[in-house]
């Protein structure tokens, strides 16, 4: 029934455009990925594998894969339980001392980055964690906790608590009734704060930019250092895996994540 | 219950409170107390015109995503539920795209002989490539796009919870659609857009690896001295102090819009 007016034509222009603006840069890696020039040329001249072929046969560009796909891993392995574990804590706690918490757990998400990656740069020198795995993985803990934490705690914000009183008045003690009752209910949210934190830890550039080095070097870093010196489009080729493979998780992670989250 | 919370809050605390604190403790302890790296930031020019820059961008970037977010907010708010969804995914697509992958984008698209120029060039638009990156142009571009879903995804929750009756009984009491948007809608968006803006801006302060990538070396923000004086300076008790300022910024920007508005508001998204 409503009239198209001229300024709702006009509204729905200007949408459109930044809608383009927002979109286009991603979708444009993927033609050039496929292009068989050496240097960026648009339309490409011919398709080719020739980058994506660079890519897989170039050890160094294997091994910073490697390194990025072990340190999510790892990431999600560790920060999964903990931020279960803080995210149910702070839903139970009635003691103040929660709230201080809470805003603690999430200071990663307020810190510029720069200012964590140079400070936490300075604390490993200091204890030798410079250049080393278990480096890497402790510095994407801490930046993929926050996820989890909101995550879950959205999750047992529509979860009933009495569900677990229940079952430990008819004798399971806390531990079970938690696994039994509570964690099979927020799967999803826990889910979803996993799979954000593996993206969070497949994406972290500035961190390793300061801690890694030698052979434990994470693709974002190698790629931050390829961008700098010379664009090669074997670059066009891993982002487009790299959009590939996050857009993919996405996907999984929304479709579990509890509406209104 | 603090058992449980206690492994989580020993990362945070080993590896941000920590190492901030130790950052605050260097720039003012070398062989003694001292304020010298403090001075500097005063007295010269670099410092504080890199400071300078840094806000100056960030303000620019936080209108411009304003002005480009607030009409996708709006427009997604007000088509039916399937046309929302998609809009909505479509500004949060490039949401999980890597910074990098982002970076590397806009050098393909903007660089001399990038695809805008060759596109240009093709029409015969122009005839010598324009020097779109490498400059604070190029930066401004890709920061507008890597921040604009965190403008437009508070405004669109905020816009959502104006109830529509509101424009209906301004418009039963005579007011146009121009003027009821103007009296009504636009005052009730405003804590969107202030969660928004306070969100992209302080995102903004720091931002390092597009400056950096897209700034040719001649946009030097903030982030970015912090990172020349440990890397190529080894001035520790400099970059630490300039790392504390910022954090002091930012902090300080997040407690005054906490006068105004929840922060769970602002830190909600991402």
Not at chain 1, 139 to 164: C, K, R
Not at chain 2, 155 to 179: N, W
């Amino acid at each position: 029934m409503r009239t198209i007016s001229p300024g709702r034509i006009a509204l729905i222009a200007v949408c459109a455009l930044v809608l383009v603006f927002l979109i286009l840069p991603v979708l444009i890696i993927a033609p050039i990925s496929f292009s068989s020039a050496r240097f960026l040329t648009f339309p490409p001249p011919s398709l080719s594998l020739r980058w994506y072929q660079q890519y897989f046969s170039n050890p160094a560009w294997m091994q910073a894969t490697r390194v990025t796909l072990t340190v999510a891993f790892f990431t999600v392995a560790i920060a999964t339980p903990l931020g279960v574990a803080a995210a149910y804590a702070i839903s139970q706690s009635k003691l103040r001392i929660m709230r201080l918490i809470h805003m603690t757990l999430l200071l990663p998400l307020v810190v510029p980055i720069i200012i964590t990656a140079v400070g936490i740069f300075f604390v490993y020198v200091r204890v030798g964690l410079v250049a080393t795995m278990p480096g890497l993985v402790l510095a994407n803990v801490m930046l993929g906790l926050p996820y989890v934490v909101i995550s879950v705690l959205a999750g047992l914000q529509s979860f009933d608590p009495t569900q677990e009183m229940v079952a430990r008045s008819l004798g399971m003690n806390r531990l079970r009734s938690f696994f039994a009752v509570t964690l099979p209910q927020i799967k999803s949210s826990v889910v979803a704060g996993g799979i954000f934190a593996f993206i969070s830890a497949m994406d972290e550039t500035i961190i390793a930019l300061f801690i890694s080095g030698g052979q434990y070097q994470p693709l974002t870093k190698r790629m931050f250092t390829a961008l700098r010196d010379e664009i090669d489009p074997t670059i066009a080729a891993i982002s487009t895996l790299m959009t590939a493979a996050s857009f993919m998780l996405v996907l999984v992670a929304s479709a579990r994540q509890p509406k209104k989250a | 219950m603090l058992a449980l919370v206690s492994p989580a809050l020993l990362v945070i605390l080993a590896l941000i409170v920590l190492p901030v604190g130790w950052l605050a403790w260097q720039s003012i302890y070398h062989d003694g107390f001292t304020l010298e790296n403090y001075r500097r930031i005063v007295t010269e020019s670099i410092y504080w015109r890199s400071f300078a820059l840094t806000f100056e961008i960030s303000l620019l970037v936080t209108v411009l995503a304003l002005l480009l977010g607030y009409p996708v907010a709006y427009l997604a708010n007000a088509v039916p539920r399937g046309w929302s969804v998609l809009i909505l995914a479509l500004v949060v697509l490039p949401f999980w795209t890597s910074v990098l992958v982002r970076a590397y984008a806009w050098l393909a698209l903007l660089q001399r002989t990038g695809v805008i120029n060759q596109f240009l060039r093709y029409l015969d638009v122009i005839g010598e490539p324009l020097a779109l990156v490498h400059n604070t142009f190029g930066t401004v571009v890709a920061t507008v796009h890597i921040l604009l879903p965190f403008m437009v995804l508070p405004l669109y929750a905020t816009m959502q919870k104006i109830p529509g009756d509101l424009m209906h009984a301004g418009a039963s009491l005579g007011a146009g659609p121009a003027h009821a948007f103007v009296r009504i809608f636009l005052p009730l968006s405003l804590p969107g857009v202030l969660a928004g803006c306070t969100m992209v801006f302080v995102l903004c302060l720091g931002f390092y690896i597009t400056p950096e990538l897209l700034g040719g070396g001649r946009t030097v923000m903030v982030s970015m001295l912090v990172s020349r004086n440990v890397e190529l300076y080894n001035q520790f008790g400099a970059a630490s102090a300039v790392a504390v300022v910022l954090l002091l910024s930012v902090l300080l920007i997040f407690f005054v819009v906490s006068r105004f508005i929840s922060l769970d508001r602002v830190l909600g998204q991402k």
